[in-house]
Nanobody
Framework: VQLQASGGGLVQAGGSLSLSCAASGRPFLWYVMAWFRQAPGKEREFVSAIRPDGLSTSYADSVEGRFTISKDNDKNTMHLQMNSLKPEDTAVYYC?????????????????WGKGTQVTVSS
């Protein structure tokens, strides 16, 4: 499976960005999908995850209510709508595939990583 994240950029605090993750290979329908991020000098951290059928989602406390994860199994794509962005959201964002929902927040349990996309939020 190959994953490619896109949609990052530079935005002012309070603004919005939408990230996308496209996959080739096995269908999205089989997997738990997730977003992680890594800021300079920090560990990679969980942002959000969505079940294979798209009916259940999970968010880190830091983004709850501001970010929305979604997926389109027919198009093998996943999205992260980010609103009310803050400077502390600045990071490289990665899409990822997990085998199990219980692993969703664990970067060490990721099966596949996509190349990241930079998100920079200016104050």
């Amino acid at each position: 499976v190959q994953l490619q994240a896109s949609g990052g950029g530079l935005v002012q605090a309070g603004g919005s960005l939408s990230l996308s993750c496209a996959a080739s290979g096995r269908p999205f329908l089989w997997y738990v999908m997730a977003w992680f991020r890594q800021a300079p000098g920090k560990e990679r951290e969980f942002v959000s995850a969505i079940r294979p059928d798209g009916l259940s989602t999970s968010y880190a406390d830091s983004v709850e209510g501001r970010f929305t994860i979604s997926k389109d199994n027919d198009k093998n794509t996943m999205h992260l709508q980010m609103n009310s962005l803050k400077p502390e959201d600045t990071a490289v964002y990665y899409c990822a595939i997990h085998r199990a929902w219980s692993d969703r927040t664990n970067a060490g349990k990721v099966l596949y990583w996509g190349k990241g996309t930079q998100v920079t939020v200016s104050s």
